[in-house]
């Protein structure tokens, strides 16, 4: 188990290492940097040269740059008044996180729900409905159906409001839009594994025990099913992290998905990569997360180190 | 060893399976009784029928693909196939436990032995935690487990194929039953293990008086282990008699396709080895008459048009064969037949 | 048993009848073929074919709706700003009197040009890849392999941004950010494939005989493999379609006057309260395309892959 996990911290810090690598040169490569925009003041310019050392070799450079990098100091957005962008990030993160979170809750639950009762009632009305809920959850993009909620319950039903985020009630809509995905991907993997599982011996000899229906499902079949389910934590968070950078957008929400995109519109490089590097981050430590929680919860990993 | 009263009577047992090419019948018209503290072994090819037979009687064949189209399982006073889920459960690992054919698949995989062994205990016996905890050792020290306080917090990973399927036959004593359902147990084993699992069978047996069901393919085994044999052949039942009688002076020309098709320990290897010719019918379409006649070598025009009764030979022996009738030629059996052994 | 249909026994009932080895040796059905197999199990798959179906109509729709509209994707006619649908306009018009349905059509072809060649791309890095990680083994395996361990970390979404950031925002810059990362499960499969063949018993023995690896190859590798790409292919292609869209409602996608569905959605979206029919028309189409992909593509994984059928 600790050579697994080590395994993996050392995967997760070289990938760090590549992508703020690749973001240092892309900064050197890009059209208009930070370093000679028109919109910077000539104040500002004077502050960057003297903090980057612009005249210095690459090389110098980038030694900087990763050190500094890895201080959290990712530079500063012209854009948001010359902030400091590590800063801006902490301040919108929690709004995301939030919604993120509630999003997965959600999409959890209800697609283990979802998986395990079209498992359950494999071939039936139930199992259909399962099926068809996690096809469209996977097909509509939530452009789509984020326009689609607030167009029907927000402006026709009036029921929930459809733009900023000043209560509770502002942050249904866009858990919902956002959760759609989580469920069917969810859905769809726990009805497979479970159909999977199902037909395993070890589930018959579970029933041969004398064990009811509903305890075979609880202490046998469910438990099993989850070991894979938890590999899709990483395209999950990433799938979650993608999405809002589009509800945010759309539901005017001062999180860090809007906070990209706009920076993105008004090409303020240095809190788009500071939110990238800040992004890449994140996924490594779900990546990390997902193949550590893996190891621990499959005693075949667990207590002998290795499944290969 | 056999105390002469029957503990189980399966009584035209009829088991189909939905199938996308139509209904497979799996069972047809399969009866036999089970008496106590003895060893019924199940012989046939694979898709024979024993295994859906086996599993019929536990009522662990899934919902949505099969069906039990009729007969009775008579255990005690119940017809196990009438009485309600709820009931069977209380039937289930507690009166009647099942061992199933591949040990590197029959033990869940994330939970530990001592656990999958006290789930049952904690079932059917309410035995407290600790009791049962108690209980798991001694069971696994029972099936000649060593070290058995440490095995119990390990998971099945850590166990070779001859010891899970030592844990399974823990499982499978428990809660001491009154019958064991063994399905090809020994199958997915190295033959020097199968030989140990068999004798612990035995031994078990001979100690607890547990009746066995135990289905197999192989003769071998049937000769080492059991005490009565019943022959399967396409869902159909079509001889049954002890140990001596299917060996010495089988009835059925399966039978002798059977004896005369394996080498077996005893024969000094000068004897041939005869192949059954050609292969089982399609199950989607069986004959209505006798099953085997396709590949009869004494195959009468009678034989394609009926189904043939059993015939009662001397002893417990019966077969289901035409040749056995009182206007039927009379045929001598293969002449390795009746030597072996 | 089953005694009381019968008739009276006659003794010539009991002559017999010899064994008949035609009869015995028959097998029932005859010997079946992979790809007619897996056409046959996709043909009973309704969901599937239905999938297909709307695949068909909506890639002919593309081609030929701009065709039929009698209006060109670009020409402007600000007398008829925002009009909704017509017998004139079919879907409406936008904001700079441009005929939507001619657009809608239009943006679909650019959809799937940018869709299909980022799949058929990621396809070919990735049976190369894969295949050349696979045959040689040892260090250059483990090295390639490591390469593909760090881009797995590595989300598309990261690469994608960066690369758009770079690069002018077009259909090429769309499509090359799509393939650094999409080619590498296409990868891992064939390299399994190919070690899968690598270590069968029957791959070595026709080695040492020194005969049949082409055959071999073409037998049983070529087949395989065809089935994975076409899988990933059904995959890949909704994926990318999905991703364009994205790209282009987040800003960073197809630049004016050309359109995809996705920039169409995005310009729609301004106009969600008061014309929404400029959003629904071109999402009502991606969702048709998305939805009919994923069901294809389900139907086409469990039709060639039996043993994934669940």
């Known amino acids: ?308 | 060893m056999t105390n002469g009263d029957i503990l189980l009577k399966v009584k035209d047992l009829k088991v189909s399976f939905r199938t996308g090419g139509g209904e497979v019948q799996a069972v047809r018209d399969v009866s036999f009784d089970l008496y106590g503290g003895e060893t019924l072994a199940i012989v046939g090819e694979s898709a024979s029928g024993k295994s859906v037979t086996a599993k019929s009687i536990m009522r662990l064949l899934p919902a949505d693909t099969s069906e039990i189209k009729g007969g009775e399982v008579i255990f005690g006073d119940r017809d196990l196939l009438k009485i309600s889920e709820k009931e069977m459960e209380g039937v289930r690992g507690r009166k009647i436990a099942m061992i199933f054919q591949d040990p590197m698949t029959s033990l869940d995989p994330t939970m530990k032995v001592g656990r999958q062994i006290t789930e049952a205990l904690g079932k059917h016996l309410k035995l407290s935690r600790s009791g049962a905890n108690k209980q798991a050792v001694e069971l696994l020290q029972m099936v000649g487990i060593p070290n058995a306080e440490e095995r119990v917090k390990q998971y099945p990973h850590q166990f070779s194929g001859g010891m899970r399927q030592r844990v399974v036959i823990a499982i499978a004593l428990a809660c001491e039953p009154d019958i064991i359902i063994a399905d090809e147990p020994t199958t997915a084993l190295d033959v020097t293990i199968q030989a140990q699992i068999l004798d612990l069978l035995r031994d078990l047996q001979e100690r607890k008086g547990t009746s066995i069901i135990l289905i197999t393919h192989d003769l071998g085994v049937v000769a080492n282990t059991a005490h009565r044999v019943a022959v399967m052949y396409s869902g159909r039942l079509i001889e049954t008699g002890t140990v001596r009688e299917i060996f010495y002076s089988p009835k059925h020309p399966y039978t002798w396709g059977l004896l005369t098709s394996v080498p077996l320990a005893t024969s000094d290897g000068s004897q041939e080895l005869i192949p059954i010719q050609g292969s089982p019918p399609d199950p989607l379409d069986p004959p209505k008459a006798c099953p085997f006649a396709a590949r009869c070598p004494h195959t009468m025009k009678i034989c394609v048009e009926d189904m043939p009764e059993f015939t009662d030979f001397t002893g417990q022996q019966r077969a289901a064969c035409w040749l056995h009738h009182e206007m039927a030629p009379h045929v001598e059996p293969p002449a390795r037949v009746g030597e072996a052994k | 048993m089953e005694t009381g249909r019968r008739a009276t026994l006659t003794p010539e009932m009991f002559e017999p009848v010899g064994m008949d080895a035609q009869e015995g040796e028959r097998i029932a059905g005859p010997p079946s073929n992979f790809w007619r197999d897996a056409w046959r199990r996709l043909k009973r798959n309704k969901v599937a074919l239905f999938g297909l179906v709307s695949i068909v109509f909506v890639i002919a729709a593309a081609y030929v709706g701009p065709l039929i509209s009698g209006y060109g994707p670009y020409a402007q006619d600000l007398s008829v700003r925002l009009q909704g649908s017509s017998s004139e306009h079919w879907f409406g018009t936008d904001s700079f009197g441009r005929d939507l349905f001619t657009r809608v059509w239009q943006g679909t072809q650019i959809s799937l040009y940018i869709a299909f060649l980022a799949a058929f791309i990621d396809i070919a890095i990735g049976i190369g890849y894969g295949a050349i990680s696979a045959y040689y083994g040892g260090w250059i395996d483990s090295v390639m392999q490591r390469i593909i361990e760090i881009l797995v970390g590595i989300p598309n979404l990261v690469v994608v941004i960066l690369v758009m950031i770079i690069l002018q925002p077009g259909i090429l810059t769309i499509t090359f950010a799509l393939v650094i990362t999409g080619w590498v499960g296409m990868a891992r499969l064939v390299r399994g494939q190919v070690m899968q063949l690598k270590e069968e018993e029957f791959f070595l023995a026709a080695r040492s005989l020194g005969a049949g690896t082409g055959r071999l190859i073409w037998k049983h590798l070529i087949p395989n493999i065809v089935a994975i790409a076409i899988i990933n292919l059904m995959f890949t292609i909704p994926n990318a379609i999905f991703f364009e869209a994205f790209l282009s409602f987040i800003g960073l996608g197809i630049t004016v006057p050309q359109a995809s569905l996705g920039s169409l959605v995005s310009d729609g979206y301004k106009f969600l309260q008061g014309d929404s029919y400029l959003l629904w028309f071109p999402a009502g189409v991606l969702c048709l395309l998305m939805i009919s992909f994923n069901l294809l593509a389900d139907g086409l994984r469990d039709a060639l892959d039996p043993r994934m059928k669940k």
């Open chain 1, 1 to 308: 188990m600790l050579r697994y996990t080590a395994r993996r911290l050392v995967i997760a810090v070289f990938t760090l290492f590549i992508i703020a690598t690749v973001t240092f040169f892309i900064m050197q490569l890009l059209p208009g940097t930070p370093f000679n925009d028109e919109k910077l003041s000539d104040e500002a310019k004077a502050q960057l040269e003297a903090k980057y050392g612009l005249d210095d070799p690459l090389v110098v450079q980038y030694a900087r740059y990763m050190a500094n990098m890895a201080q959290g100091d990712f530079g500063n957005s012209f854009y948001y008044n010359n902030t400091p962008v590590l800063g801006i990030l902490l301040g919108r993160f929690p709004v995301s996180a939030f919604l993120g979170f509630q999003a997965m809750v959600v999409g959890v639950f209800v697609g283990m729900a979802l998986g395990i009762v079209g498992a359950l009632k494999h071939n039936t009305f139930w199992d259909s409905t399962a099926t068809v809920v996690a096809v469209l959850g996977i097909s509509i993009p939530s452009f789509v159906l984020g326009p689609l909620m607030q167009y029907w319950v927000g402006v026709k039903l009036g029921w929930l409001p459809i733009a900023f985020f000043d209560s509770w009630k502002h942050s249904i809509m866009p858990s919902i839009a956002l959760s759609v995905f989580v469920i069917a991907i969810i859905a769809r993997f726990m009805r497979t594994e479970m159909l999977e599982v199902l037909a395993q011996d070890y589930i018959t000899l579970a029933k041969a025990k004398g064990l009811s229906a509903l305890g075979v499902v609880l202490r046998h079949a469910v438990r099993n099913s989850l070991i894979p389910v938890i590999t899709v934590i990483f395209p999950l968070v990433v799938g979650l992290v993608t999405g809002s950078l589009v509800i945010e957008q759309i539901f005017a929400i001062p999180g860090i998905g809007e906070l990209f995109v706009t920076s993105i519109v008004v090409s303020d490089y240095f809190m788009i990569m500071g939110t990238t590097v800040f992004f890449a981050v994140l996924f490594v430590v779900a990546l990390l997360i997902q193949d550590i929680a893996y190891g621990i919860i499959d005693p075949r990993i667990r207590v002998s180190g290795g499944k290969e």
